[in-house]
């Protein structure tokens, strides 16, 4: 775990600021389930796992997958303080494409742990009869949580629809936003850069918040897909 860690420093001084509550929170202002400072679990549709398609063993933060992913360029996602390994397996004798949409959560099994939340869709292709290691990367969204170790997270994820996150995923969803959109390189700095302007929003709108206007200007910005 240690190596990861040292792996990701770059990305998580960019994003560090990002995953800390304001000072000038009102104490008063409501958390939506999962989200903040919420101890309740986030709520939501199941997300269904298509039918063939296997995760073997936990969703954890692994070394094996870290660097197996990013050797094979396999890095998916955005963010960077919650990542976790998908082990996994198709069963099938053809090609699987896995779509992770839009708003959703993999929660995490212990409180102290940071709910793990993709703003921008992702999809994967598993080839028939492997398994695929893939890393994926996800925005926190409690701040006053630790990002993961070697923490296991849910495998039934959630498919939410936070209110204040609605028009950013809606303004977000034919952007080039994710790691795979540049290559899947670890720490590309176009990917890294937008990484850091969502992740700033998404905590902004979490608390709150509006989105400050310059980096509303650079998610517009955003080339599309």
């Known amino acids: ?15 560090l600021n990002g995953c800390k509550p304001g000072s000038d929170k009102d104490p008063s202002f409501q958390f939506e389930k999962g989200f903040g400072s919420s101890k309740e679990l986030p709520v939501g549709s199941p997300f269904s796992w298509p039918a063939g398609l296997h995760i073997v063993g936990p969703l954890i933060t692994e070394d094996e997958c870290f660097y197996e992913a990013k050797r094979k360029r396999r890095l998916f996602g955005h963010g960077a303080q919650v990542q976790i390994c998908m082990n996994l397996y198709n069963e099938t004798q053809t090609p699987i494409r896995l779509h992770l949409p839009p708003g959703l959560m993999f929660v995490s099994k212990s409180l102290d742990v940071q709910n793990g939340l993709l703003i ?23 701040t006053n949580r630790a990002s993961p170790g070697h923490d296991e997270y849910e495998k039934q994820a959630i498919i939410t629809d936070h209110p204040a996150l609605r028009e950013l995923i809606k303004l977000l969803e034919n952007k080039k936003c994710n790691f795979e959109d540049y ?18 929003a998404v905590h902004n709108l979490i608390y709150g918040k509006p ?9 517009r910005a955003i080339p599309e897909r």
Do not use: R
Request: a negative charge; aromatic letters at 8%.
């Open 120 to 142: 921008s869709g992702v999809t994967i292709e598993v080839p028939a009869q492997e398994q695929f290691y893939a890393n994926l990367y996800m925005i926190c969204v409690n």
């Open 183 to 200: 290559g899947s390189i670890y720490l590309e700095p176009t990917a890294s850069q937008i990484t850091y302007q969502i992740n700033a």
């Open 211 to 219: 989105v400050k206007d310059q980096v509303m200007a650079e998610l």
């Open 1 to 15: 775990m240690k190596k990861i860690l040292t792996a990701t420093v770059l990305l998580l001084v960019l994003l």
